[in-house]
């Protein structure tokens, strides 16, 4: 199985980049990197996916290492809102399972 | 949150008794799925949908049931509560791109 591991917790100062990496070694050559969050205890929140490729949308980036082995979300400038628990997920398309890694608590500091 | 919902928000049971946890969407999805979080962890998968009629396990089925006769509903049942079913519970449905959009979840407590 496909599983993500990340640190548990980070601090950011607020207007700077936060990054946030994972690492899915187990990773197989169709399977998708997702990230969401999730604000207080709130459902989780899609941020953004990729395949092999760098991806950027209003919220967010996403860096994939030329392996696939591990990725990087990218908060380009963090504000407070931002502080939340941050999931990498695998979609692994076999199961139609998705598998939660343990998050990283972010802490975004004024 | 939009077009899934989740019923009851808050629910507190004694060992024992069961329960049906609801989950509606209307976003018309063939994927749904059902995840617990236990404090201080991330989500695990009980159950999951790929359509009407069409049920499978998660990693974590043991102690719940689901049925999935329409496309809009994904009850999930709780037949004899225990306290390690004390746990907040989310429903999902997967969608474009197979990004998945989380109901506002179910707290239960089971005493």
């Known amino acids: 199985d496909a599983k993500t591991t990340q640190p548990t917790s980070m601090d950011c100062a607020e207007g700077r980049a936060a990054n946030l990496p994972c690492n899915h070694s187990?990773?197989?050559?169709?399977?998708?990197v997702y990230w969401y969050r999730q604000i207080h205890s709130q459902g989780p929140q899609y941020i953004i996916h990729?395949?092999?490729n760098n991806e950027t949308n209003e919220m967010a980036s996403l860096i994939i290492t030329e392996d696939r082995k591990s990725s990087t979300l990218i908060l380009p400038h963090a504000t407070l809102r931002d502080t939340a628990v941050y999931y990498c997920?695998?979609?692994?398309?076999?199961?139609?399972?998705?598998?939660f890694g343990t998050g990283t608590s972010l802490t975004v500091i004024p | 949150n939009a077009g899934v919902t989740q019923t009851p928000k808050f629910r507190i049971l004694k060992i024992g008794q069961s329960m049906t946890l609801q989950c509606t969407q209307d976003?018309?999805?063939?994927?749904m799925y059902w995840y617990r979080q236990d404090p201080g962890m991330g989500l695990k998968l009980i159950y999951y949908?790929?359509?009407?009629?069409?049920?499978d396990k998660g990693e974590v089925p043991n102690g719940y049931n689901v049925s999935r006769s329409t496309t809009e509903d994904f009850p999930l049942r709780l037949e004899l509560a225990a306290p390690s079913q004390t746990s907040v519970y989310f429903c999902?449905?997967?969608?474009?791109?197979?990004?998945?959009?989380f109901g506002p979840g179910t707290r239960l407590t089971v005493l």
């Open positions: 976003m018309n999805h063939n994927y």
């Open positions: 949908s790929v359509g009407a009629g069409i049920t």
């Open positions: 990729g395949l092999k």
């Open positions: 187990t990773i197989s050559g169709n399977e998708y």
């Open positions: 997920i695998v979609l692994k398309q076999r199961t139609n399972q998705f598998y």
């Open positions: 999902a449905i997967r969608g474009e791109a197979d990004t998945q959009y």
